[in-house]
């Protein structure tokens, strides 16, 4: 890139990566506060619940989405906002590739596997005692799976506010409150505290946002004078 063509390219750039945190915030706020969380101390009671809600399969491929369009605009910007760590930066580039991933596997778990089992255990006729304990091994599967995720996007998120507060767009103070969202989210899932996982994803969710309507905003061609 040439620095002749930079200026049209980075309000552009801030522009799809300010629509990209904002679309993907929403999409993961709104699902998640629809269905809930299950009651995974039992596997007869997470059946029940999930029965209940057929668009469960749905809401968590929104989810995955949500984050892939978070991961797709955090690498999109970073070499925007923070040229001079670029070494940093395509590290930022595979965490959250990675984190994703990992993320990805974790609701897919949700979304076919539970819901698979779901099926099964109400089919006419079903043996409902065998269905149960398969039901309790997606369950172990789902916890073993569930942690690393959150721990895996706390980090990615904890590492974009770094790179963030080196931006010479984003303000410092917004960088490094991403590192303290992100290092919370992290500590919540090494911990295995759900409730801290909660609590940090709800701040990161503003984070985005706000995050989102200043790229909006500095993205904005400036008036010529005159």
Known sequence: ?????APPRRPAVLRAAAI??????????????????????????????????????????VNIAAVLLWAGAFTALIPVVAP???????????????????FAVYFSIHAFGLTTVV????????D?????????TVL?????????AQAMLGAAIALTGFVLSRSVVVPAWLGWAGVV?????LTGAVAVNFAVVVLFTALTW???????????KTARPVPASG
């Not at 789902?142 to 690393?148: E, R, V």
């Open 1 to 5: 890139m040439t620095s002749t063509d």
């Open 20 to 61: 990209a945190l904002l679309v993907g915030t929403a999409l993961y706020v709104v699902p998640s506060a629809l269905h809930g969380n299950p009651p995974i101390d039992s596997a007869r009671d997470t059946l029940e619940y999930v029965h209940q809600r057929p668009s469960w399969w749905l809401v968590h491929l």
């Open 84 to 102: 001079a760590a670029r070494a940093l930066g395509r590290v930022h580039g595979v965490v959250f590739t990675a984190a994703a991933a990992v």
């Open 119 to 126: 099926d099964q255990y109400f089919e006419q006729g079903a």
């Open 128 to 136: 409902q005692a065998a269905v149960l304990e398969r039901a309790e």
């Open 140 to 148: 172990v599967l789902l916890g073993s799976t569930a942690f690393i």
């Open 181 to 185: 969202l992100g290092a919370g989210w």
């Open 206 to 216: 503003a984070w985005t946002a706000v995050l989102g309507v200043l790229l909006l």
